[in-house]
């Protein structure tokens, strides 16, 4: 039987691998160039990193040495790592801020070796060229476009955008789609009522009644009174002008309930005087024959009663 050699407990490996591990010495390059990397320990493994300052001119694949050393052994390994440049593409506007009618032209650019869309629109339908001019109207008011590039390195893509919004200076606008000229409504009912100035910059409306120059209720009505009623003159200004439009409201309304009760009242009582002033002329006229007829006979009474 052979003699077994005694093996150390695996605890005790251990112990002895972590005394040693702050031995290790870390060696970090990029290309021929030494990095100063630092060193994280964790219970069995080193973890170094290292910040590369990447100059101009330096774009490409560089290969990066990692070797570590312990006691006579030595281990390393390498892998490729990537510099590029991709700054974030140009978006520009010949203006940003204009009045309805100019023409505008919008350019998007990028880095060389990047693909560069221009998009724009509500749904943000990208164009065939990244450069184009259009006449702006106020429907391209707020108006946002849309600048991306895409570059691919080291066989991933990368993405970077800009975008910028157009203003365009137009109205005051005040007509019979943004502001209804003519509301009838039943009195006692919720209803809403619409008008709006649209334009940019913003216009201040105000709507006044002819004659008093009550202001027009504008929103909700919960409930409608008839004491809304009018022909209204709404004007809208901004820096650009002024417009003025028309708004008339009519409120129906039935004569009130109290008002018809009150009336049918009146027209009893009436019914009742007459019947009764007829009642009492008839009476009276009664009394006044019963009268001449007692007075007749009391008459003809004494005749028969007096000596011939
Ligand atoms: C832009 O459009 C408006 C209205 O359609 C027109 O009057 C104007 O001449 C156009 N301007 C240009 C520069 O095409
Ligand atoms: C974007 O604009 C900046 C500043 O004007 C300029 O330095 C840069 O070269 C431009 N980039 C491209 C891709 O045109
Ligand atoms: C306003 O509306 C009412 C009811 O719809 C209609 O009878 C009237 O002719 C309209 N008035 C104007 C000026 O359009």
């Not at 520009?92 to 629109?121: I, N, R």
Request: neutral net charge; aromatic residues 4%.
């Amino acid at each position: 039987m052979r003699p077994v050699a005694p093996r150390p407990p695996l605890p005790a490996l251990l112990a002895l691998l972590w005394a040693l591990l702050p031995e290790a010495q870390v060696h970090l390059a990029l290309e021929d160039q030494r990095l100063e990397p630092r060193i994280d320990r964790s219970k069995d493994s080193l973890l170094a990193t290292a910040r590369v300052e990447a100059t101009p001119g330096e774009e490409g694949s560089h290969p990066l040495t990692c070797a570590v050393s312990l006691g006579n052994q030595r281990r390393s390994t390498q892998e490729y790592v990537t510099i590029y440049s991709f700054p974030a593409p140009n978006l520009t506007l010949s203006e940003s801020e204009v009045p309805e009618g100019t023409e505008v032209s919008v350019e998007c650019k990028a880095h060389a070796g990047a693909a560069v869309t221009l998009s724009w629109g509500p749904d943000g339908s990208p164009l065939p060229r990244a450069q184009t001019t259009l006449n702006a109207t106020a429907e391209d008011d707020g108006r946002e476009f849309l600048c991306s590039a895409m570059l691919v390195v080291a066989g991933e893509e990368l993405h970077k955008h800009k975008t910028q919004k157009l203003s365009v200076l137009h109205g005051p606008r005040l007509d019979q789609e943004t502001c209804p000229g003519n509301w009838t409504w039943e009195e006692d009912t919720p209803q809403t009522l619409r008008c709006q100035a649209l334009g940019n910059p913003t216009p201040t409306l105000a709507c006044r009644r002819e004659g008093d120059r009550a202001l027009l209720p504008i929103g909700d009505l919960r409930p409608v009174t008839r004491a809304i009623s009018g022909t209204y003159v709404c004007r809208a200004t901004s820096s650009r002008g002024a417009v003025t439009h028309e708004v008339v409201v009519n409120v129906i309304y039935r004569q009130s309930n109290l008002a018809t009760i009150l009336a049918v009242a009146g027209l009893i009582v009436g019914l009742a005087g007459t019947v009764g002033l007829a009642a009492y002329l008839y009476n009276r006229q009664r009394k006044i024959r019963k009268y001449k007829l007692q007075k007749a006979q009391e008459q003809a009474a004494m005749k028969l009663n007096s000596p011939p």
